[in-house]
């Protein structure tokens, strides 16, 4: 009989304490803090817009994530990176695009090698890999790269498809931004250029402005393997 009067006199002991507390503004435990107390310190100030240290970041009330970082400048571009597959159009044409065929021509239909991978070999030099459409056999993936060719006769230097060989001068094309979009494309200081007599043909330029630039069109990841 005395230990259950002893237990209920602690109890009701117990709640007049609890009762006191709320009544005086004070959450139980004088050294503790409650839930509640630390969900308050845990929000921003009203006061100065920041945030309670501690406090995890808020995703975006869209649910995405946040965006990448942009590339680093100089970066080349990721039609420039080797990675991608494109297509080359000059900036000045109205239709057609770049073909290497026996040399390098513009065509407004599907013949000859229209699919082009622009490989860095350091600097802003290029080995550019030239293939025809995926058609499920082997002979697609073999690369053709563009080589400049001097005749000999006095004509005018073209482009023409050869083994890739990066170590081959006549295969390290320069690339250059030229603002808009578009690209300056050299091998050796000559440029290459539309003529309306000989078509794309490489030529120096002297004082004379550069008339010819080229657009890349991504056409999605490059074939493995990526060619010789």
Known sequence: ML?????????MLACSGALMACEGGT????AGTSSAAATVTATPSATTGGTAPGTATVAP?????PAA???????????????????????????????LDDRL???DDNSGRQLFVPTPIGGDKYLIKAYTRANNHPAADE????QA????????????????????????FTIIPNGKGSYGISNNSAYLQHSPTNGLILEELGDAPLRSTFRFVDNGPARRPAGG
């Open 61 to 65: 009330p869209s649910g995405k994530a």
């Open 3 to 11: 230990k259950m009067k002893w237990v209920t006199g602690a109890v």
């Open 27 to 30: 959450t139980p435990g004088a």
């Open 105 to 107: 021509i513009e065509a």
């Open 149 to 172: 060719y001097n005749p000999g006769n006095g004509g005018s230097l073209t482009v023409e498809g050869a083994l890739c060989d990066a170590k081959n001068p006549a295969q390290q």
């Open 69 to 99: 970082p942009p590339a680093p400048a100089g970066a080349p571009s990721a039609e420039l990176s080797g990675k991608r597959e494109v297509t080359i159009v000059r900036a000045q044409a109205s239709e057609g695009g770049v073909s």
């Open 143 to 146: 690369a053709s790269c563009w």
